[in-house]
T-cell receptor
Framework: GAVVSQHPSRVICKSGTSVKIECRSL??????MFWYRQFPKQSLMLMAT?????????EQGVEKDKFLINHASLTLSTLTVTSAHPEDSSFYIC?????????????FGQGTRLTVV | AQTVTQSQPEMSVQEAETVTLSCTYD???????LFWYKQPPSRQMILVIR??????QNATENRFSVNFQKAAKSFSLKISDSQLGDAAMYFC?????????????FGTGTRLKVLA
């Protein structure tokens, strides 16, 4: 099946710094990628939809200046958490859809655990 | 707005037994998809089963089957012959059909424990 890879799987950063998370579709082109946030023991909440070559669409309540999303190529989307604070600590998951194949679902990356200290 | 509700935070099942996880949803759409995703300790989301709302027949995938009651907006997952590897968080999810955004709405999850 299609593979979506996230890097890093874990990251610890100091409060006030920025951290970048990469999401790659390894064996397919993904014109659309999605970024989710999962709090401990809670569900996945969609943060934004990332379209290649255009601005991301953010869900209500998500600060676009805080969570910068770039989708510069058909296989790579990045999420940058700017000026991170401890409350940004969470599990971030990306997913990507295989647009060349109709009626398929998105594939998920393995997630990135961000800890801000 | 669409919502997905899972009322069982945690369930336990003996190995080789059968367990049913519950899910209800709310939508005004007539065409949509429903899913069960598994999230093991590795945190990788794995698609377990998918149901198309326009299909009356319940989806099955080996030991996994669903009971889809469209009028009641109910979508339960039955796991037969439970195995230790089935232990995980299970999320019920919804997606509108004909939606270019492929936006999934997830329930809060049910943690399944499999007892040896």
């Amino acid at each position: 099946g299609a593979v979506v890879s996230q890097h890093p799987s874990r990251v610890i950063c100091k409060s006030g710094t920025s951290v970048k998370i990469e999401c790659r579709s390894l064996d397919f082109q993904a014109t659309t990628m999605f970024w989710y946030r999962q709090f401990p023991k809670q569900s996945l909440m969609l943060m934004a939809t990332s379209n290649e070559g255009s601005k991301a669409t953010y869900e209500q309540g998500v600060e676009k200046d805080k969570f910068l999303i770039n989708h510069a190529s058909l296989t790579l989307s990045t999420l940058t958490v700017t000026s991170a604070h401890p409350e940004d600590s969470s599990f971030y998951i990306c997913s990507a859809r295989v647009v060349e194949v109709l009626n398929t679902e998105a594939f998920f990356g393995q997630g990135t655990r961000l800890t801000v200290v | 707005a669409q919502t997905v509700t899972q009322s069982q935070p945690e369930m336990s099942v003996q190995e080789a037994e059968t367990v049913t996880l519950s899910c209800t949803y709310d939508t005004s759409e007539s065409d949509y998809y429903l899913f069960w995703y598994k999230q093991p300790p590795s945190r990788q989301m794995i698609l377990v089963i998918r149901q198309e709302a326009y299909k009356q027949q319940n989806a099955t995938e080996n030991r996994f089957s669903v009971n889809f009651q469209k009028a009641a907006k109910s979508f339960s997952l039955k796991i037969s012959d439970s195995q230790l590897g089935d232990a995980a968080m299970y999320f019920c999810a919804y997606r509108r059909a004909y939606s270019g955004t492929y936006k999934y709405i997830f329930g809060t999850g049910t943690r399944l424990k499999v007892l040896a």
